[in-house]
């Protein structure tokens, strides 16, 4: 272990901009006593790295007149300027293509989004994933990109049943011509269940399932407050267990459910009312679809025994009839009953999963030691 009192000057100097860094982003306006207070750094070297930091382009010292509930003296305050650069999301899906440009602190600036078909050709789905790219602006940190099929660690795709031509895919070579920064790949499942973490049903819980149940059927495990992928990105694919019924719950007329413009869609709608009105009819069509969705569910609860549970697809459309329903059927079969949430997100699921994924690959680069980035 490195003496800290040997330790190369500028590694140091480094770290204390590092640790400066991590404590402004996302928090504000804070105080110089706070900041020390935060990295533990003395005031001598705090303000050092404060005025480095000023001189990068990346914090700010706040004018007394700009700050907010003010008395008496007012303290020095800085506020990191996360608007300095960019990062960018793009989800590919089998109805459209999405692009969204944010903030370092997560604040969507732009999103434009196309819509495609399922039966669209690669060269026709890279094409309008282009598109909505357009002209990338300048200085993006990093990009992620969520698509159906299981992804490598190369960021390849090793199979997708969902997309024509998609198998065999690289998005980071296709797209690569159109950045200047890294671009990480992700299946659109573990996306969702990092959305719902960051900001969704399950804010915060560290051990979590996310779970599609409808028109397609698959699911992600985060642990410990990681993703968890597997050896090869296939964790959570219990969809290809054909005994575990997942094809009887994609049958069911309610895995249509918030489907709309569609005659199955609407037929799903129907159901949704009257079992809301109390019809006895209705509310056994839930209680089939919860008797078909448990096994599969338990499966996968009883393997990584979540705090929660987070499903996707149909119950995203009537959380107050989904909801109970698989609890009923779920509880018998578990050793510890998860906290049971419908999507908080349903369709922003995916994206807001890759803008997750890109701020981490930015504060990554932003917070190395081995890589200065400064402002555009």
Do not use: K
Not at 165 to 190: K, M, Q, R, Y
């Amino acid at each position: 272990m490195t003496n800290p009192r040997t330790a190369d000057p500028m590694l140091m100097r480094r770290l204390n901009e590092v640790a400066t860094m991590r404590v402004l982003l996302g928090r504000g306006e804070l105080t110089m006593s706070r900041i020390l207070e935060l990295t533990g750094l003395s005031r001598s070297t705090g303000e050092a790295v404060l005025e480095t930091l000023i001189a990068d382009g990346w914090v700010r010292e706040v004018p007394p007149e700009q700050r907010q509930g003010v008395l008496g003296r007012p303290a020095r305050t800085f506020r990191f300027l996360a608007e300095a650069r960019q990062v960018m999301a793009v989800e590919i899906g089998a109805h459209h293509v999405a692009a969204m440009v944010a903030d370092l602190d997560g604040t969507v600036r732009e999103t434009r989004r196309r819509r495609t078909t399922r039966s669209a050709s690669r060269a026709e789905r890279l094409e309008a994933v282009r598109t909505v790219i357009g002209t990338p602006p300048p200085g993006l940190l990093a990009v992620a990109v969520g698509t159906p099929g299981l992804v490598g660690d190369d960021g390849a795709i090793r199979l997708c049943r969902v997309l024509p031509e998609w198998t065999g895919l690289s998005p980071a070579a296709e797209l690569g011509e159109l950045f200047d920064c890294p671009i990480a790949v992700e299946n659109d499942v573990n996306l969702s269940a990092l959305a719902e973490r960051w900001t969704g049903a399950a804010a915060g819980v560290d051990d979590l399932v996310w779970a599609s149940l409808g028109r397609s059927t698959a699911a992600a495990v985060v642990l410990r407050g990681r993703l968890h992928r597997g050896a090869t990105g296939a964790a959570g694919e219990l969809g290809w267990v054909p005994e575990l019924g997942w094809a009887q719950v994609r049958d069911h007329p309610l895995s249509f459910a918030g489907l709309t413009g569609t005659s199955h869609g609407e037929l799903a709608a129907r159901l949704i009312d009257t079992a809301r009105a109390g019809d006895a009819e209705a509310l056994a069509e839930f209680d089939r679809f919860a008797s078909l969705a448990a096994p599969g569910l338990s499966a996968i609860v009883l393997a990584y025994d979540p705090r929660a549970l987070v499903l996707g697809g149909a119950p995203a459309a009537a959380p107050d009839l989904f909801v109970p329903a698989l609890s009923r059927h779920l509880a018998p079969r578990c050793l510890s009953m998860p906290e049971l949430h419908a999507s908080a997100l349903g369709e922003e699921a995916a994206i807001t999963g890759a803008l997750r994924l890109a701020l981490d690959r930015a504060e990554a680069r932003l917070y190395s030691t081995e890589e200065r980035l400064l402002p555009r």
